[in-house]
Nanobody, 124 residues
């Protein structure tokens, strides 16, 4: 499975941005999806996850209430809607996938496939 993230760029604090991640598989609905991010000098951290149907979503406390993860299984795509971003949200954002339920959805080690990432820069 190949994952291609897009939609990153420069956004002002308080604005909005939507990231997309397209998967190269016809069995997209069989994959549990996550978004992670990594800022310079920091470890990769969990942002959000969504189950196979899209009926269950999970968020890091730092983005809860501001970001929304969703998926369109017909388009093999998962999204991350970033509302009211803050400068501290600046990072490279990665999408990740696994066909299993991750033992710990916030642990990058629980995901088998990763995209190359897309840079998001939030200006103050």
């Amino acid at each position: 499975v190949q994952l291609q993230a897009s939609g990153g760029g420069l956004v002002q604090a308080g604005g909005s941005l939507r990231l997309s991640c397209a998967a190269s598989t016809h069995r997209f609905s069989g994959f549990y999806m996550g978004w992670f991010r990594q800022a310079p000098g920091k470890e990769r951290e969990f942002v959000a996850a969504i189950n196979w149907s899209g009926g269950s979503t999970f968020y890091a406390d730092s983005v809860k209430g501001r970001f929304i993860i969703s998926r369109d299984n017909a388009k093999n795509t998962v999204y991350l809607q970033m509302n009211s971003p803050k400068p501290e949200d600046t990072a490279v954002y990665y999408c990740a996938a696994t066909p299993r339920l991750p033992p710990a959805r916030a642990n990058p080690g629980g995901y088998d496939y990763w995209g190359l990432g897309t840079q998001v820069t939030v200006s103050s």
